[in-house]
């Protein structure tokens, strides 16, 4: 029994490893804004879609608000979801780093600009996810209010 104990033990070790609580946070925190980056993305091109089939544009004679909306939301969530892209990539790189051991003192100057920048990045990750689950919202209240929409008009 001891000896299943040490195995399980040292695997959870392993798996965990070097990595740091703020590392793990960075990843599901960026990970969840993905989703919803992901969702809105999705529904927004279903939109300019919809738009597109009937004959709508951003700009001209056929110009319709609704496909200002749709180009907007498809462009913003494509940028956030770059950067949070880019972020779990930093996140998923860190944790490959081992921390620094703790016999080695760091100058005071180095570990307030990691705090600075560690939660910096986090709280840039942060904003990003709530900006995607307030589009999310967003358009979960217009679709209650207008309905989605018809993909093409029925004869």
Same mark, same amino acid.
């Given at each position: 029994?001891?000896?299943?104990?040490?195995i399980?033990?040292?695997?959870?070790?392993?798996?965990?490893?070097?990595?740091?609580?703020?590392?793990?946070?960075?990843?599901?925190?960026?990970?969840?804004?993905?989703?919803y980056?992901?969702?809105?993305?999705?529904e927004?091109?279903?939109?300019?879609?919809?738009?597109?089939?009937?004959?709508?544009?951003?700009?001209? *004679?056929?110009?319709d608000?609704?496909?200002?909306?749709a180009?907007?939301?498809l462009?913003?969530?494509?940028?956030?979801?770059?950067?949070?892209?880019?972020?779990?990539?930093?996140g998923?790189?860190?944790?490959?780093?081992p921390?620094? *051991?703790?016999?080695?003192?760091?100058?005071?100057?180095?570990?307030?600009?990691?705090?600075?920048?560690?939660?910096?990045?986090?709280g840039?990750?942060?904003?990003?996810?709530?900006?995607?689950?307030?589009?999310?919202?967003?358009?979960?209240?217009?679709?209650?209010?207008?309905?989605?929409?018809?993909?093409?008009?029925?004869?």
């Amino acid at each position: 029994m001891i000896k299943i104990l040490t195995i399980f033990g040292g695997v959870l070790a392993a798996a965990y490893g070097s990595v740091s609580d703020i590392e793990i946070l960075l990843v599901v925190v960026t990970t969840i804004g993905l989703l919803y980056g992901f969702y809105n993305i999705r529904e927004m091109y279903r939109a300019w879609i919809i738009l597109h089939r009937q004959g709508k544009t951003d700009h001209g *004679p056929h110009y319709d608000a609704r496909m200002v909306v749709a180009i907007n939301g498809l462009r913003s969530e494509i940028a956030r979801v770059l950067i949070q892209l880019w972020l779990v990539t930093l996140g998923v790189i860190a944790m490959t780093i081992p921390e620094t *051991p703790p016999y080695i003192h760091e100058p005071f100057k180095l570990v307030i600009f990691g705090f600075i920048f560690r939660w910096g990045i986090i709280g840039t990750s942060l904003l990003l996810s709530l900006k995607s689950y307030w589009g999310y919202q967003v358009r979960q209240r217009v679709n209650e209010h207008y309905g989605e929409g018809e993909p093409e008009d029925q004869p």
